[in-house]
């Protein structure tokens, strides 16, 4: 008798556990499965998937690799902005930049009055006529103004502003105005005279191709410093 109580016991107890299984299981099966209630704020969601891009149902922003990830705050205007550090110079380049600029403002006015005169020379003129004499006090007023411009152009260009930004207009600048320079020492150079007989002629056209030329690269390097706004 107490083998069957204990048989009938265990299959009690196996029926039990069976339909507690069961029940169990449908009633996880129907968390799963049911929508979102009036009770909850989260849609529902299969309980065993990870999300590693969500926390707390918020996304997480994943910077790229290779990217620099930029905190919002810094993108609306909250900081200042980055100016350039201004550029210092001494008391000297500034002096010599003044002359440099107050000196240039005769290259024009001279380079017409001695081309005006060279051509009037050139066309014929008397022995001791006072244009001849005009024209080389002209010319000599460029070669004192080209010397001045460039010692002090050279001297600010290569020292304190090398470094400026701009350079590469005014480096084209120098190097125009010092190809002009050696063009009007050719010139001077090459100036005729009647006591060379019959070379006087040729002389004259030298001269006169080699002071055009010069002028003529002397008004573009101050053309191009003129119209760069320098």
Same mark, same amino acid.
């Given at each position: 008798m107490l083998r069957g109580f204990?048989?009938? /016991?265990?299959?009690?107890f196996i029926a039990v556990l069976s339909f507690t299984s069961l029940v169990a299981t449908s009633a996880w099966a129907g968390a799963l499965d049911r929508p979102a209630t009036f009770l909850s704020n989260h849609p529902a969601r299969d309980a065993w998937r990870v999300d590693w891009l969500s926390s707390g149902g918020? +996304?997480?922003s994943v910077t790229p690799p290779g990217r620099l990830a930029i905190?919002?705050?810094?993108?609306?205007?909250?900081?200042?902005?980055?100016? +350039?550090?201004?550029?210092?110079?001494?008391?000297?380049?500034?002096?010599?930049?003044?002359i440099h600029r107050f000196a240039s403002y005769a290259t024009l006015p001279l380079f017409t009055a001695e081309l005006a005169l060279? +051509?009037?020379?050139? !066309?014929?003129?008397? $022995?001791?006529? @006072?244009?001849?004499?005009a024209h080389g006090v002209v010319a000599t007023a460029i070669?004192?103004?080209?010397?001045? !411009?460039?010692?002090?152009?050279a001297w600010n260009l290569f020292g304190e502003? @090398?470094?400026?930004?701009?350079? *590469?207009?005014?480096?084209? $600048? *120098?190097?125009?105005?010092?190809?002009?320079?050696?063009g009007f020492v050719a010139t001077a150079?090459?100036?005729? /005279?009647?006591?060379r007989g019959f070379t006087f002629q040729t002389d004259r056209a030298? $001269?006169? !191709?080699?002071?055009?030329?010069?002028?003529?690269?002397?008004?573009?390097?101050?053309l191009v410093m003129l119209f760069g706004n320098h």
């Amino acid at each position: 008798m107490l083998r069957g109580f204990v048989f009938f /016991s265990m299959r009690t107890f196996i029926a039990v556990l069976s339909f507690t299984s069961l029940v169990a299981t449908s009633a996880w099966a129907g968390a799963l499965d049911r929508p979102a209630t009036f009770l909850s704020n989260h849609p529902a969601r299969d309980a065993w998937r990870v999300d590693w891009l969500s926390s707390g149902g918020d +996304a997480v922003s994943v910077t790229p690799p290779g990217r620099l990830a930029i905190h919002p705050e810094l993108m609306q205007g909250g900081t200042q902005p980055i100016h +350039a550090a201004a550029i210092e110079h001494s008391d000297a380049y500034l002096k010599r930049a003044k002359i440099h600029r107050f000196a240039s403002y005769a290259t024009l006015p001279l380079f017409t009055a001695e081309l005006a005169l060279g +051509a009037s020379i050139y !066309n014929g003129v008397e $022995h001791g006529d @006072w244009r001849k004499g005009a024209h080389g006090v002209v010319a000599t007023a460029i070669v004192g103004l080209f010397g001045v !411009n460039t010692v002090t152009g050279a001297w600010n260009l290569f020292g304190e502003s @090398w470094n400026d930004q701009g350079r *590469g207009l005014r480096l084209l $600048h *120098g190097l125009l105005m010092m190809a002009a320079d050696a063009g009007f020492v050719a010139t001077a150079m090459s100036t005729p /005279s009647e006591r060379r007989g019959f070379t006087f002629q040729t002389d004259r056209a030298t $001269h006169r !191709n080699l002071a055009i030329a010069s002028v003529g690269l002397g008004t573009t390097g101050y053309l191009v410093m003129l119209f760069g706004n320098h």
